[in-house]
């Protein structure tokens, strides 16, 4: 077995902690994350010292160890990690104490009601694009090996999902909250925008409706990345001037862009 400094590691822990990450992660590096991520953001805004922190209720994250490592380690943001406290905390079970009930189905706004799945469809898509590409080619998406498939991940987060994406859903929260609120904290059929939640009346799963821009039919044409663009305009270009020479009117424009984004679509139909 080689050692340790051949393999590029400066101590046998290094091996160990490397080994057990390929299937475990030490929640206090997710707390670290967190904490430093979070502050780097705010930097020299007006909330650079008095931002909150949330976190959803995983339950590691809330442990005992957990919160005394956040109290040793950042005293000065213990205070600012929100949870259930002081009075409030006597209005929930035990198990929700100075922890958090976890997040409403209704409130995945932004990446988990459809920022995921953009990013999803855009690795496939990406695939498929650039299955024209020579295996070689640097630009190619694939997903055959786990490093590959980490390749592909982040340069398909260049482009999906897009700000407007975001933007447009988050916006949408406060209508999301009343319903809520109306609904009296029970599930809101038509917002619960994950599958395989429980029903409010406990007769077992409630199988939400996809909201109408998540359905197949819906779907914006695909942002493409830059390296998948000469397979774009290899597939496109043809179609394009073939158009163009039969389009002699104003709308020759409108009509390209949407041709672009209809072969997007059966692209995506492709890689599903």
């Given at each position: 077995m080689a050692s340790y400094r051949a393999q590029g590691f400066t101590s046998y822990?290094?091996?160990?902690?490397?080994?057990?990450?390929?299937?475990?992660c030490d929640v206090r590096e997710l707390i670290d994350h967190v904490i430093s991520e979070s502050?780097?953001?705010?930097?020299?805004?007006?909330?650079?010292?008095?931002?909150?922190?949330?976190?959803d209720a995983r339950k590691q994250f809330w442990e005992v160890g957990a919160k005394e490592y956040i109290r040793i380690k950042y005293p000065e943001m213990e205070r600012r990690i929100l949870r259930i406290t002081g009075e409030f905390a006597t209005e929930v079970v035990k198990r929700y104490k100075d922890s958090v009930v976890g997040d409403s189905p209704e409130m995945a706004r932004a990446l988990d009601s459809y920022g995921f799945a953009d990013l999803e469809l855009s690795m496939l898509f990406h695939v498929s694009l650039t299955s024209v590409y020579p295996d070689n080619d640097p630009r190619k998406f694939k997903m055959n090996t786990p490093s590959e498939v980490w390749r592909t991940m982040t340069r398909c987060w260049e482009v999906e999902p897009t700000s407007e994406r975001v933007i447009a859903d988050i916006e949408d929260w406060p209508r999301v909250l009343r319903a809520i609120r109306d609904a009296e904290g029970t599930i809101v059929l038509g917002?619960?925008?994950r599958n395989r939640w429980q029903r409010s009346d406990g007769k077992g799963e409630l199988k939400s409706?996809?909201?109408?821009r998540q359905r197949k039919s819906t779907l914006h044409?695909?942002?493409?990345?830059?390296?998948?663009?000469?397979?774009?305009?290899r597939l496109t270009q043809p179609r394009i001037d073939a158009l163009r020479a039969v389009v002699h009117t104003g709308t020759a424009v409108e009509n390209t862009i949407a041709l672009r984004q209809e072969i997007t679509m059966e692209i995506q139909d492709y890689s599903d």
């Open positions: 822990r290094e091996v160990v902690k490397a080994e057990v990450h390929k299937k475990y502050t780097e953001a705010y930097r020299g805004t007006a909330r650079e010292n008095d931002f909150f922190i949330y976190h917002e619960a925008l409706k996809f909201r109408s044409g695909r942002p493409v990345h830059p390296d998948g663009q000469e397979a774009f305009d």
